[in-house]
């Protein structure tokens, strides 16, 4: 076993990034990984109010900024809560990685702009509007009246790092 342990020691790293010695699983962002991704998400009321209306935001840096309405708007405005000074929570290059497969195994960037069931807009209650920058490459994503796999899941992502970081 002593052996085998002074073996494997020099090629620990590389086994620990692939996730095993056949690399069965993907690689994983490491702290020198750049990921350039930067987006909001807005999940937008259709009803009379704001209440309830929330975005949340992600810097190049890894900072994630989250403002949730819980009273009403001005007339004309969506919202009434902005995202504070100091960030909600600060992501980690793994969790930076994991929203960047996500937008690019959901093919996010090639959604087209509106995705929007007519008939279904006011019984599903709100829209989702995500704008992002993955690369130097812009895409804006507005979702009405049904649902989209790719942008539920950054979704649910951002939901998850933000319950952790507050």
Known sequence: MEALTHTLLPFWPAIALFGGVLGAMAPVACAGDSVNLVLELRIINQSQTCIGNKRFKVEAAGDLYVALNQQGCDAGSLWSAQYSATPTAHLSARQLGALRDAVVSGEVMDLPAQLTDADRVMEDGYREELDLTLDGKARSVV?????????????RLLESYARRGS
């Open 143 to 155: 979702v009405a009246g049904g649902r989209s796999e790719p942008v539920e899941r950054v979704r």
